[in-house]
């Protein structure tokens, strides 16, 4: 069984402060992606990321996808209070999406 | 409209009732999933659907049935609710190339069996 575990796993920060979320397996993926949840909805699509090393950003957050494509990490620069939620990686195997442990991040003003 | 809805968005069953949520679809997606959520455990699959024909277990089917019943209805079954069902589902969909285009999901149904 292919594992994706996300740490940390919970994350209470201050309006402005920088942070990173990190998704690590054993297992190799063809790509990654990255979810966020609100409170009462379904997980929303926020970046896919396809080769080893791939960097994409997203207005404050950058992903990276790891060189051999195991591990990946989110990072949010000056969060803010509608950066709040569950964020979810998400690893695309042939046919299907092996979804992490989750990272809850509030970010208080 | 959403482009993924499921109903009901809330239930409450007893222990040993049969229950059926439901899901349906507006993207012309040919695949579709079932998925339930457990804090500290993120998502894990239920069974998917590739297409009408096909169905297929996830890592966690026992205690479960699923219908497609067309190309924009998939339905999730449980037979005989246990407690441990207690959790938030969620159906999602995706067109052939998810790898790079995601799974779009609906808003989930939180059950409640007690």
């Known amino acids: 069984t292919q594992l994706l575990e996300q740490s940390p796993q919970f994350l209470s920060i201050q309006e402005g402060e920088n942070l990173t979320v990190y998704c690590n397996s054993s297992?190799?993926?063809?790509?990654l992606q990255w979810y966020r949840q609100e409170p009462g909805e379904g997980p929303v699509l926020l970046v896919t990321v396809v080769t080893g090393g791939e960097v994409k950003k997203l207005k404050r957050l950058t992903f990276q996808f790891g060189d051999a494509r195991k591990d990946s990490s989110l990072h949010i620069t000056a969060a803010q209070p509608g950066d709040t939620g569950l964020y979810l990686c998400?690893?695309?195997?042939?046919?299907?999406?092996?979804f992490g442990t989750g990272t809850r991040l509030q970010v208080f003003p | 409209d959403a482009d993924v809805t499921q109903t009901p968005r809330n239930r409450i069953t007893k222990t040993g009732k049969r229950i059926m949520l439901e899901c349906s679809q507006t993207k012309g997606h040919d695949r579709m999933y079932w998925y339930r959520q457990d804090p500290g455990l993120g998502l894990r699959l239920i069974y998917y659907?590739?297409?009408?024909?096909?169905?297929n277990k996830g890592e966690i089917s026992d205690g479960y049935s699923v219908s497609r019943q067309a190309q924009a209805k998939f339905s999730l079954s449980l037979e005989s609710a246990i407690p441990n069902q207690t959790a938030l589902y969620f159906c999602?969909?995706?067109?052939?190339?998810?790898?790079?285009?995601?799974?779009?999901f609906g808003s989930g149904t939180r059950l409640t069996v007690v």
């Open positions: 998400a690893g695309a195997n042939t046919d299907k999406l092996i």
């Open positions: 659907s590739f297409d009408v024909k096909d169905i």
């Open positions: 297992s190799v993926f063809s790509s």
């Open positions: 999602a969909t995706s067109d052939v190339g998810h790898l790079n285009y995601g799974y779009t």
